[in-house]
């Protein structure tokens, strides 16, 4: 299976679904609650994009460069920009709009939790937890670098330093927010991993491309590294995450007061 196909099958089909349905329910009135429209999804989802182009890019340059995952050159088109096929980035900018598009389907489906976000309790927990795995990331991935016993936590180790440090701002700034939504926060998240992980298992299988078993924890799904399931899971999070907080009515007077707080 080439890059393009994989793109055009597993993300373009997807894409297509949403993309109607979603216009169907604008036309029909069938649009954004009031908890969700202090901005317009689109230009969350532009923001979104960009980001994660941004972002990911010097990420996954090195992850190739220093051959945790690999492609096979013969199913690509062999247009590569650094490291990297182009495919990869259409990629980066295809996977964001699919999940933020299932995720504004939820939002206008599901039924919301009535009562406002105002609990600081437990966004402070959450910023705990989350700093604390990734401190504990850092150090192995440290440890990996200079040590061959750790290799195999490369990958992992990687994923969660790159990964949660825009995760850990997430819930720092409303952690409590993302609680109130857990309805539509938590499917959101889970449904898009496990449709990606098992797009990316059939890519495994064609051979379009590999995980370096020597830098990966040998847990598999299938043929499906661990690592590339919690790949999908964290950068979904990050999606979802920023979409929810961006859109959500508790985040545009939060926003206000912070900027006020740096401003003195």
Request: overall charge negative.
């Amino acid at each position: 299976m080439t890059y393009f196909a994989f793109l055009a099958v597993f993300l373009g089909s997807p894409l297509l679904v949403l993309s109607i349905v979603t216009i169907v329910d604008y036309v029909r009135g069938q649009w954004m609650p009031r908890a969700f429209d202090a901005i317009s999804p689109w230009i969350v989802m532009l923001g979104l994009c960009v980001v994660a182009f941004l972002y990911t890019t010097p990420w996954d340059n090195y992850l190739v460069a220093t051959g945790v995952w690999w492609y096979d050159p013969l199913l690509v088109n062999g247009l590569i920009i650094g490291y990297v096929p182009i495919e990869e980035y259409i990629f980066f900018l295809l996977q964001p709009i699919m999940t933020a598009l299932f995720t504004l389907l939820l939002m206008r489906y599901i039924p919301l939790d009535p009562l406002q976000a105002e609990d600081d309790v437990a966004r402070r927990i959450m910023t705990a937890i989350t700093a604390v795995i990734w401190l504990v990331s850092v150090v192995l991935l440290g440890i990996s670098l200079v040590s061959q016993a750790f290799k195999p936590v490369t990958y992992f180790s990687l994923e969660l330093a790159w990964a949660l440090i825009p995760v850990l701002i997430q819930v720092l700034f409303g952690g409590d927010i993302l609680l109130r939504h857990a309805r539509i926060v938590v499917p959101a998240i889970l449904l898009t991993t496990i449709y990606l992980s098992v797009a990316d298992m059939v890519a495994i299988g064609a051979g379009t491309w590999a995980i370096d078993p020597a830098q990966s924890l040998g847990i598999y799904l299938g043929v499906l590294p661990i690592e590339e399931f919690v790949f999908f899971l964290l950068t979904n999070t990050l999606v979802v995450f920023g979409l929810t907080l961006v859109l959500a009515e508790e985040s545009q007077f939060r926003a206000k007061n912070l900027r006020r707080r740096l401003m003195r």
